[in-house]
């Protein structure tokens, strides 16, 4: 069973992937992408204490996550990988061709970013990261929750205003 | 929030109430309504906040109160991360986490007990409420 969802979310693991997405999916494992928390033990084990014990916990810095993808793509249980920023993922989906579609579940207001979405605030540079990696063949579906709609980037520019 | 004078005295500062959506106003709102001490919570939601914006306004909100107790809903949700991770660097800060209304109607009426008692209370009060109700088995 591959990994069912890969996903960016600035909230990383939080209640719409371990709950929204992972109860439906019977969630086994989760893979959080971000160099910052595989290089703190605090942080580690911050998550380790809040997700539920049956599910299998891994963090990795885009260099492990390149490493390990084909191990966790083989395992028999469900799996959500999430990034915390577009950029963690474009930079693993450069050098995973396997990655073909990748889900932007949520990004919130930041200076510099305007809102596309309730859920949705990209900066201009995240949405040329989106598009390029869109142009590389990777499909991006924008969509929080899996009873949402699914959407296509190019469905959001019409929709976009300033924040 | 009213000022109820056969109430003890508030034990310590504010407790703050972090939850999704309106969830934590509601709660809070409901004690105020049920015990008139509504006032021993400050609530926050993490609503369309990312992870490091629900850092900044609950560490401020906690520095602002000096609160001790942090009651979150959700084990696995991003408030209870952003409380968790303020334990790093709060020596005796407490987090609770799978809040629901008895355990903050019991934390509301804590009298005088200590913030570790009050908290153990609450959370003895919040888990024995959870229980399943059935309809009397049929008579046939």
Aim: proline share 5%; aromatic share 4%; charged share 25%.
């Amino acid at each position: 069973m591959p990994i069912d969802l890969y996903r960016i979310d600035d909230r990383l693991i939080h209640g719409q992937v371990i709950v929204g997405w992972g109860q439906p999916m019977d969630l086994g494992f989760v893979v959080l992408v971000d160099d910052e928390v595989a290089d703190s033990e605090w942080e580690r084990e911050l998550y380790r204490m809040g997700v539920p014990p049956e599910v299998g916990l891994y963090f990795a810095s885009v260099d492990d996550a390149v490493a390990h993808l084909e191990e966790w793509r083989a395992d028999a249980r469900h799996g959500i990988l999430v990034t915390g920023d577009v950029d963690t993922m474009r930079r693993l989906t450069e050098r995973a061709p396997a990655i073909r579609e990748v889900d932007v579940g949520g990004i919130h207001y930041r200076t510099g970013r305007t809102e596309r979405l309730r859920y949705l605030f990209l900066s201009a540079d995240e949405e040329q990261a989106l598009r390029a990696m869109e142009a590389r063949g990777v499909a991006i579906i924008v969509r929080d929750v899996p009873s949402a709609r699914p959407l296509k980037l190019g469905e959001l520019s019409g929709a976009a205003k300033t924040a | 929030m009213s000022d109820n004078p056969s109430s003890p005295t508030p034990a310590g500062p504010q407790a703050i109430v972090l939850a999704h959506g309106d969830v934590a106003h509601a709660m809070v709102a409901a004690v105020e309504l049920i015990t008139g001490r509504g006032d021993r919570f400050s609530p926050l939601s993490n609503q369309n906040l990312g992870a490091a914006e629900i850092d900044a306004l609950l560490r401020e909100r906690v520095d602002a109160l000096g609160a001790k107790v942090i009651f979150t809903d959700l084990p696995a949700g991003s408030c209870n991360f952003a409380a968790c991770r303020l334990l790093k660097d709060r020596p005796g800060l407490i987090v609770v986490t799978g809040v629901n209304l008895p355990a903050l109607l019991q934390y509301a009426t804590r009298g005088t007990s200590s913030d570790a008692d009050a908290v153990a209370e609450a959370v003895a009060r919040g888990g024995s409420a959870l229980r399943i109700l059935t309809g009397r088995p049929s008579a046939n």
